[in-house]
């Protein structure tokens, strides 16, 4: 299975090649990723529901007009899920992380919350899992810069105190991106890229297998 996925936000080339390095190592055997940037005409943070708005249009006319030539599916760089109610319009199957990853846990009777690195990006998460009647607890707000994607040590240690107030079995940590150091177990706290191109590749083996 190869994916062509796209930031959400305009990222430098230092970010894409970590981003990109980061899907090569936890995409599975059968399933390869290719990572765009989508470049300027997109906000360079999701820090307001109006920069989430424009990243979401963004997202949804690069995945309308891609060549989708060689591509078995979409995947938006994103734990938004930005675009899923357009799918259907779109060339290939889109694919969504958090759907992928809570239908997942939910399916297996664990309760499952989440940590968002700002407000409006918890909101956006709230609504995404509604909109598919996932029934999870609100996310928990991590007070974190954009900057912080990428240190993985600052991200982990606000990660560590969050996630100690809840009461989920497993709480998804809410950015496509983050390298998770020493997560906690109690919550489990799970990165939705890892699981999601796990689940995926599942799917990849069962269809080759047939």
Known sequence: MRLLAFTPIDVDDAELRRR?????????????????NIGA????????????????????????TVDPTGFDGFLPDCVLDPCAEQADSFARPLYGLSRLTASFFLSQGLHVGALARNEAIAAELDSRLASYDIIADP????????????????????????????????????????????????????????????????????????
């Open 41 to 64: 005409v997109a906000p360079s943070a999701l820090d307001t529901e109006e920069e989430i708005r424009a990243s979401e249009k963004v997202l949804a006319e690069a995945f309308r």
């Open 139 to 210: 996310t928990k707000v991590l007070g974190l810069d954009v900057a912080d994607i990428a240190d993985s040590q600052a991200w982990g240690r606000a990660v560590a105190g969050r996630a100690a107030s809840m009461t989920c079995d497993v709480a998804i940590n809410a950015c496509s991106a983050v390298e998770l150091t020493d997560p906690p177990v109690r919550p489990l706290v799970v990165d939705p890229t890892a699981i999601a191109l796990q689940l995926l590749g599942l799917q990849s083996r069962w269809v080759t297998s047939g």
């Open 20 to 36: 990109q390095e980061r899907y090569d190592q936890l995409a599975p055997e059968t399933v390869s990723v290719e990572l765009r």
